[in-house]
Protein backbone atom coordinates (compact mmCIF):
# COMPACT_ATOMS: atom_id res chain seq x y z
CA UNK A 1 0.00 0.00 0.00
CA UNK A 2 1.55 3.52 -0.86
CA UNK A 3 2.16 6.27 1.17
CA UNK A 4 -0.14 9.21 1.05
CA UNK A 5 2.14 12.13 -0.42
CA UNK A 6 2.69 15.18 2.14
CA UNK A 7 2.36 18.20 0.83
CA UNK A 8 5.49 19.98 1.99
CA UNK A 9 5.77 22.84 -0.50
CA UNK A 10 5.70 25.59 2.11
CA UNK A 11 8.14 24.44 3.95
CA UNK A 12 10.05 23.29 1.44
CA UNK A 13 10.26 26.97 -0.02
CA UNK A 14 11.04 28.15 3.82
CA UNK A 15 13.77 26.32 4.22
CA UNK A 16 15.43 27.15 0.70
CA UNK A 17 14.59 30.64 1.83
CA UNK A 18 16.62 30.38 5.04
CA UNK A 19 19.54 28.65 3.77
CA UNK A 20 19.80 32.11 1.12
CA UNK A 21 19.06 34.03 4.11
CA UNK A 22 21.79 32.67 6.51
CA UNK A 23 23.99 31.45 3.70
CA UNK A 24 28.01 32.03 4.48
CA UNK A 25 27.04 33.05 8.31
CA UNK A 26 28.87 30.74 11.06
CA UNK A 27 26.87 29.67 14.17
CA UNK A 28 28.71 32.19 17.37
CA UNK A 29 31.81 30.41 18.26
CA UNK A 30 30.87 26.86 16.77
CA UNK A 31 32.31 26.92 13.47
CA UNK A 32 29.43 25.49 11.59
CA UNK A 33 27.40 27.17 9.47
CA UNK A 34 24.18 28.71 11.24
CA UNK A 35 21.47 26.96 9.00
CA UNK A 36 21.94 24.13 11.11
CA UNK A 37 20.43 25.81 14.08
CA UNK A 38 16.86 26.70 12.17
CA UNK A 39 17.23 23.10 10.89
CA UNK A 40 17.24 21.56 14.43
CA UNK A 41 14.52 23.99 15.73
CA UNK A 42 12.65 22.90 13.02
CA UNK A 43 13.15 19.07 14.03
CA UNK A 44 12.06 19.89 17.19
CA UNK A 45 9.05 21.60 16.49
CA UNK A 46 8.23 18.46 13.99
CA UNK A 47 8.45 16.23 17.84
CA UNK A 48 4.77 18.58 18.42
CA UNK A 49 3.40 19.36 15.40
CA UNK A 50 3.22 18.72 11.94
CA UNK A 51 1.96 22.02 10.85
CA UNK A 52 3.81 23.03 8.31
CA UNK A 53 3.16 26.88 9.05
CA UNK A 54 4.87 26.07 12.35
CA UNK A 55 7.65 24.06 10.98
CA UNK A 56 8.06 26.51 8.21
CA UNK A 57 8.10 29.19 11.02
CA UNK A 58 10.57 27.38 13.42
CA UNK A 59 12.73 27.29 10.22
CA UNK A 60 12.83 30.91 9.41
CA UNK A 61 12.83 32.08 13.27
CA UNK A 62 15.71 33.80 13.13
CA UNK A 63 15.82 35.72 9.56
CA UNK A 64 14.48 38.66 10.84
CA UNK A 65 16.68 39.48 14.04
CA UNK A 66 19.78 37.65 11.86
CA UNK A 67 20.05 38.68 8.34
CA UNK A 68 18.45 42.03 6.28
CA UNK A 69 14.95 40.31 5.77
CA UNK A 70 12.36 42.45 6.72
CA UNK A 71 8.66 41.18 8.08
CA UNK A 72 7.31 42.51 5.00
CA UNK A 73 9.50 40.30 2.97
CA UNK A 74 8.64 37.47 5.13
CA UNK A 75 4.44 37.96 5.20
CA UNK A 76 4.56 38.81 1.36
CA UNK A 77 6.76 35.06 0.72
CA UNK A 78 4.70 33.28 3.84
CA UNK A 79 2.20 35.27 4.86
CA UNK A 80 0.79 37.05 7.90
CA UNK A 81 0.60 33.73 10.12
CA UNK A 82 4.31 32.68 9.58
CA UNK A 83 5.50 36.56 10.22
CA UNK A 84 3.93 36.87 13.06
CA UNK A 85 5.12 34.14 14.18
CA UNK A 86 8.83 34.29 13.14
CA UNK A 87 8.76 38.62 14.82
CA UNK A 88 7.20 36.93 17.92
CA UNK A 89 10.59 34.77 18.36
CA UNK A 90 13.09 38.12 17.54
CA UNK A 91 14.82 39.74 19.91
CA UNK A 92 13.72 43.79 19.32
CA UNK A 93 17.53 46.10 20.24
CA UNK A 94 17.08 49.55 21.33
CA UNK A 95 19.05 52.17 18.88
CA UNK A 96 22.55 52.78 20.40
CA UNK A 97 22.24 50.19 23.32
CA UNK A 98 24.84 47.97 22.85
CA UNK A 99 23.35 43.56 22.84
CA UNK A 100 25.79 43.47 26.12
CA UNK A 101 24.03 46.68 27.50
CA UNK A 102 20.56 45.95 26.43
CA UNK A 103 21.28 41.63 27.20
CA UNK A 104 18.99 41.41 30.22
CA UNK A 105 16.15 43.89 29.46
CA UNK A 106 15.62 42.19 26.01
CA UNK A 107 15.67 38.75 27.59
CA UNK A 108 13.34 39.52 30.26
CA UNK A 109 11.20 41.34 27.59
CA UNK A 110 11.01 38.03 25.74
CA UNK A 111 10.02 35.86 28.79
CA UNK A 112 7.38 38.44 29.77
CA UNK A 113 6.17 38.31 25.35
CA UNK A 114 6.42 34.45 25.65
CA UNK A 115 4.00 34.07 28.63
CA UNK A 116 1.52 35.42 27.32
CA UNK A 117 2.48 34.30 23.65
CA UNK A 118 -0.07 31.56 21.84
CA UNK A 119 0.73 27.75 22.51
CA UNK A 120 1.61 28.23 18.51
CA UNK A 121 4.37 30.71 19.20
CA UNK A 122 5.61 28.62 22.52
CA UNK A 123 6.26 25.52 19.81
CA UNK A 124 8.27 27.53 17.85
CA UNK A 125 9.91 29.30 20.41
CA UNK A 126 10.63 26.08 22.21
CA UNK A 127 11.91 24.29 19.07
CA UNK A 128 14.71 27.73 18.86
CA UNK A 129 15.55 27.60 22.69
CA UNK A 130 15.86 23.73 22.95
CA UNK A 131 17.86 24.04 20.22
CA UNK A 132 20.41 26.52 21.92
CA UNK A 133 20.19 24.65 25.31
CA UNK A 134 21.09 21.57 23.50
CA UNK A 135 24.39 23.51 22.27
CA UNK A 136 24.76 25.24 25.60
CA UNK A 137 24.85 21.53 26.80
CA UNK A 138 27.15 20.19 24.96
CA UNK A 139 29.55 23.13 24.98
CA UNK A 140 29.56 22.95 28.68
CA UNK A 141 30.38 19.39 28.65
CA UNK A 142 33.96 20.26 26.97
CA UNK A 143 34.61 24.15 27.84
CA UNK A 144 33.20 24.70 31.45
CA UNK A 145 33.21 27.87 32.28
CA UNK A 146 35.11 29.07 29.65
CA UNK A 147 32.04 28.54 27.81
CA UNK A 148 30.16 31.83 29.09
CA UNK A 149 32.78 34.54 27.62
CA UNK A 150 31.33 33.94 24.51
CA UNK A 151 27.93 35.34 25.14
CA UNK A 152 26.79 39.20 25.45
CA UNK A 153 26.60 37.98 29.01
CA UNK A 154 29.11 36.41 30.89
CA UNK A 155 27.91 35.28 34.63
CA UNK A 156 26.66 31.73 33.90
CA UNK A 157 23.60 32.72 37.24
CA UNK A 158 22.54 35.48 34.28
CA UNK A 159 22.04 32.32 31.59
CA UNK A 160 20.56 30.16 34.31
CA UNK A 161 17.80 32.98 34.98
CA UNK A 162 17.02 33.57 31.24
CA UNK A 163 16.44 29.59 30.78
CA UNK A 164 14.57 28.86 33.93
CA UNK A 165 12.58 31.90 32.97
CA UNK A 166 12.18 30.57 29.62
CA UNK A 167 11.57 27.48 31.12
CA UNK A 168 8.26 28.63 33.07
CA UNK A 169 7.27 30.96 29.77
CA UNK A 170 6.72 27.56 28.34
CA UNK A 171 5.51 25.39 30.58
CA UNK A 172 1.98 24.98 28.75
CA UNK A 173 4.49 23.04 26.28
CA UNK A 174 5.38 20.53 29.53
CA UNK A 175 3.19 17.49 28.08
CA UNK A 176 5.61 17.33 25.34
CA UNK A 177 9.17 15.30 25.41
CA UNK A 178 10.65 18.92 23.90
CA UNK A 179 10.00 20.42 27.60
CA UNK A 180 11.11 17.49 29.45
CA UNK A 181 14.25 17.72 27.30
CA UNK A 182 14.46 21.72 27.58
CA UNK A 183 14.29 21.49 31.35
CA UNK A 184 15.69 18.48 31.95
CA UNK A 185 19.29 19.89 30.26
CA UNK A 186 18.63 23.21 31.90
CA UNK A 187 19.09 21.31 35.18
CA UNK A 188 22.23 18.83 33.72
CA UNK A 189 23.97 22.28 33.04
CA UNK A 190 22.66 24.79 36.28
CA UNK A 191 22.93 22.57 39.04
CA UNK A 192 26.34 21.42 38.56
Known amino acids: MANKALNTDLLDRAIIFAVRAHAGTERRGKGFPYIV ?7 IVSTITSDQ ?17 TREELQQAFGERIARLVVAESDTF ?6 EDSWHDRKRAAIERLARASRDTKIVALGDKLSNMRAIARDYAVQGEMLWQIFHAKDKRDHEWHYRGLADSLRELEDTFAFREFESLIDQVFEQ
Open 37 to 43: HPMESME
Open 94 to 99: EAGVSE
Open 53 to 69: ELLAAAALHDVIEDTSV
